[in-house]
């Protein structure tokens, strides 16, 4: 890791103007504030500087407001897309009368969970590799006040495109319906915008980008190459920041909502985690689908908390407008080899080596600090327990009959659901103090609010059913 001295020497060298203070919030989002280069020195890069607790939801009251934010040098990268030279470092919010990591800053709590992995001596590293989904729409309009209540999204691949003129006549060439997934050229009209995105991770520091066409029309795909827990939340808010910037100079709207359009799949965020010590990867073993016990009982801590999980991994409203029965999405509480309908699969590796559970129900909305470090406090939950994941699912879980699904246990059906989940299930995210009870108090506050939010406002549907009742 650079020192302070170094990087106030790369700041002067370079021509920076701007040094930007990054960090995320409750829900997910990347917030910023900015200072003049000049006035940066090796004082503000070690110690950081003060924010307003208070305006952040779900953090400080306005009686103790005052938050430090403290820059991780590691994290230091150059914007790609100011047009002011800028430096951009991810931060920890701290605590300013002890220095320590803010119990409700959600980065403190993935590096908490990563410390938390080791002083148990199970593992020495997570290493998580994300796959997200997001869709790219060309005009996005949103009406919402006491006489207007709608949405209208336009983009040049979904079928109501089909009968538009445009300035440079109608390509005609646009997905068949069920047949996005994969599709090429011309058909797939974001293939060049991806393919930026691709070359600008690589350029931060990105390695084994994938990139490709999602299931549903104007749907994207971005993935990368497995790295420690903390530093793939990290790369998880760069790279849906870059998504963002790169389809804005398109003249586009990227956006990481589930479920944006009716009748099409949703968006995923598909997590590849293993546990390592040194070299060894313990989730390879002899068993079921050449697993270890210790991934075994790392899938059944999983499978027995996704209720509890869903209030993170699916931390909006619209998440469960994705995550619905017979909807082919993984709302099934299951494990299987290969097996994209169960909601833990476990890929085809060609060694031991590459050995992971890929956990298959989060989607793009969840704050990756705090999903994928609940995720693996579930899991350390169920090896610390020795739970058994019982039988494999190795069948199309979509197909089952009501009478076959029975009693197998599901995902949460809606946002409210999760959170009393989370508040009837939450003793395995205290150990070692990695999500502290408040923390979990302030996401309740924050999430309810928006529930009510959505529960208030008229909905278009409501109209088509009632109006003329």
């Keep these: 890791m650079p ?16 040094v930007d203070f990054r960090f995320t919030d409750l829900a997910g989002r990347l917030r910023h504030t900015a200072v003049d280069a000049e006035s940066v020195d090796p004082f503000t890069l070690e110690h950081g500087l003060f924010i307003d607790g208070s305006s952040v939801p779900g953090w400080r009251d306005v009686s103790e407001s005052d938050l430090l934010l403290r820059p991780d040098l590691a994290t230091a990268f150059a914007d790609p897309f100011t047009a002011q030279p800028t430096l951009v470092f991810l931060c920890d919010a701290s605590d300013p009368t002890s220095e320590t990591g803010y119990e409700r800053d959600p980065r403190s709590v993935a590096r908490r969970a990563c410390e938390h992995l080791v002083a148990r001596g199970i593992a020495e590293l997570a290493r998580v590799a994300p796959e997200i989904d997001f869709f790219v729409f060309d005009d996005v309009r949103i009406e919402i006040d006491a006489t207007r209540c709608g949405v209208q999204l336009q983009a040049s691949e979904t079928r109501t495109a089909a009968a538009q003129s445009y300035l440079g006549g109608n390509p005609g060439h646009r997905p068949a319906p069920g047949a996005a997934y994969l599709a090429m050229p011309p058909a797939d009209h974001l293939a060049d915008m991806r393919a930026e995105m691709a070359n600008i991770l690589r350029q931060l520091g990105f390695s084994r980008i994938l990139h490709r066409h999602g299931r549903a029309t104007s749907q994207c795909e971005l993935g990368f190459e497995a790295r420690p827990l903390l530093e793939a939340a990290d790369r998880s808010q760069i790279a849906k920041y870059v998504a963002c910037q790169v389809a804005a100079s398109y003249g586009k709207s990227a956006t990481f909502l589930p479920k944006p359009l009716l009748d099409e799949p949703g968006s995923a965020l598909r997590v590849n985690l293993s546990l390592w010590r040194g070299d060894t990867n313990l989730f390879a073993g002899g068993g079921y689908a050449d697993l270890s016990r210790t991934c075994l009982h790392f899938i059944a801590g999983v499978l027995a908390h996704v209720p509890a999980l869903n209030a993170f991994t699916n931390p909006t409203t619209n998440s469960y407008k994705r995550l619905r029965p ?14 994209r309908s169960a909601a833990i699969r476990i890929p085809f590796a060609a060694s031991g080596r590459f050995k992971r559970i890929e956990v298959r129900f989060p989607d793009p909305s969840a704050n990756p600090y ?12 169920g090896i610390a327990r020795k739970l058994e994941p019982g039988d494999a699912m190795d069948r199309n879980l979509y197909d089952l009959r009501p009478e076959e699904i029975g009693d197998l246990p599901r995902a949460a059906g809606s946002l409210e659901e999760a959170l009393a989940a989370l508040e009837a299930d939450h003793g395995f995210l205290l150990e070692g103090e990695v999500f502290p009870a408040s923390l979990i108090e302030g996401y309740l506050e924050v999430k309810r609010r928006e529930i009510e939010l959505v529960e208030r406002t008229p909905h278009p549907v ?4 009632y109006y003329g009742h």
Excluded at 326 to 339: C, G, I, M, Q, R
Excluded at 370 to 381: H, Q, R, S
Aim: charged share 25%.
């Design 3 to 18: 020192t302070a001295e170094e990087l106030v020497r790369r700041i002067r060298e370079e021509g920076f103007r701007i």
């Design 370 to 381: 705090l999903a994928f470090a609940a995720i693996l406090m579930a899991g350390l939950d």
């Design 326 to 339: 017979h909807s082919d999405e993984p709302v099934l509480a299951t494990y299987a080899a290969f097996n």
């Design 462 to 465: 409501e109209f088509q059913l």
